[in-house]
């Protein structure tokens, strides 16, 4: 939030955004498991608005160079995001974003959000099984939402998340099959000998 108000009031100059972004980007996955729930939320709500900060902050020329990684951790966190607020959150940024940097920086920008709009965000089924299938077939997100879901989703320790995680995972790899043998499917067979049963759990269902 710091980091938002800094960039929101001028404060924060433009040669700190290297420094900057990649905190950000991490902040937004930021999800950390306490026992039988999670910590992070508020954490990774506030990094969105960062990212919203950001677009009313800077011209365009200025995030150029980050536009590529904002986008692709906002639409991922629109889509699967354990917490309803924080995809809405990640979709009202990027929306922003669009808006104001211009949608020839944000690829695809326009129909990415009338795939993930406020309404289809609302619920997660629909975010993983149908948002996220639609938006899967853009090229610039496709190996990105993969690897998010065989990375974090899988091994999510929600196991409702898992299980979503594997439904949709199966429906984007149709997209791109010689993708997913070379890159999902030997990592999901060797984290099925994991230790953590989180991890095997998630493995067995990818």
């Given amino acids: 939030l710091a980091l938002a108000e800094l960039a929101r009031r001028g404060l924060l100059l433009p040669p ?6 990649p905190i950000v980007i991490q902040a937004i996955g930021y999800d ?8 992070g939320a508020h954490v990774r709500d506030a990094a969105c608005y960062t990212c919203w900060a950001f677009a009313r902050a800077y ?13 692709v951790a906002l639409v991922l966190a629109s889509l699967f995001d354990r917490e309803v607020n924080c995809r809405r959150a990640a979709s009202a940024a990027f929306q922003e974003s669009v808006g104001r ?17 406020y ?16 938006i899967a077939e853009f090229e610039e997100y496709q190996t990105h939402i993969i690897d998010h879901l065989i990375e974090s989703k899988l091994i999510h320790w929600d196991i409702e998340i898992r299980v979503l995680a594997s439904k949709s995972l199966s429906c984007i790899s149709k ?5 997913c043998e070379m890159r999902v499917l030997p990592a999901l ?3 099925c000998f994991s230790d ?10 990818g």
Avoid: C, W
Wanted: aromatic share 6%.
């Fill in 196 to 205: 953590d049963l989180v991890v095997r759990h998630g493995s067995l269902l």
């Fill in 101 to 117: 940097q211009g949608a020839d920086n944000f690829k695809h920008g326009i129909a990415i959000l009338t795939t993930a709009d």
């Fill in 16 to 21: 700190r955004l290297g420094q900057v972004v």
């Fill in 119 to 134: 309404y289809s965000l609302g619920n997660r089924t629909d975010a993983f099984m149908k948002s996220a299938l639609d």
């Fill in 189 to 191: 067979l060797e984290h």
């Fill in 59 to 71: 011209a365009p020329s200025v995030l150029k160079p980050h536009v590529r990684d904002l986008s």
């Fill in 175 to 179: 997209l791109n099959p010689s993708y």
């Fill in 32 to 39: 950390v498991r306490r026992g039988q729930h999670s910590v």
